[in-house]
């Protein structure tokens, strides 16, 4: 995978993550970006996002989350994978 190949970036966010706005943020802070994928809760209180695009826009977009969200997110957790080209958008799952 060549450095501008795109990337599929899921991030799992650890913290006070949920309740305090952090996918609608999220979805808001995407629209900047030439990003693709969804953010949603998972049931033990972690927020799992997943991105999709060239990989120095996804850093882009989440640099911005952190920077948005510093206050809530305690730790992140970040894999990488080729892009399925799954996404035409970015979304809310709930």
Do not use: K
């Not at 120095?56 to 510093?70: P, T």
Request: proline share 4%.
């Amino acid at each position: 995978m060549s450095t501008d190949s795109p990337q599929r970036r899921e991030v799992l966010y650890h913290g006070m993550v949920q309740g305090v706005g952090f996918r609608y943020t999220t979805r808001r802070i995407a629209s900047r970006f030439e990003v693709a994928g969804f953010v949603q809760n998972l049931p033990d209180g972690r927020v799992l996002m997943v991105a999709e695009g060239r990989p120095e826009e996804i850093e882009r977009f989440l640099s911005a989350i952190r920077e948005q969200m510093r206050g809530y997110i305690e730790d992140e957790r970040e894999t990488v994978h080729p892009a399925t080209g799954q996404f035409s958008a970015f979304d809310i799952r709930h």
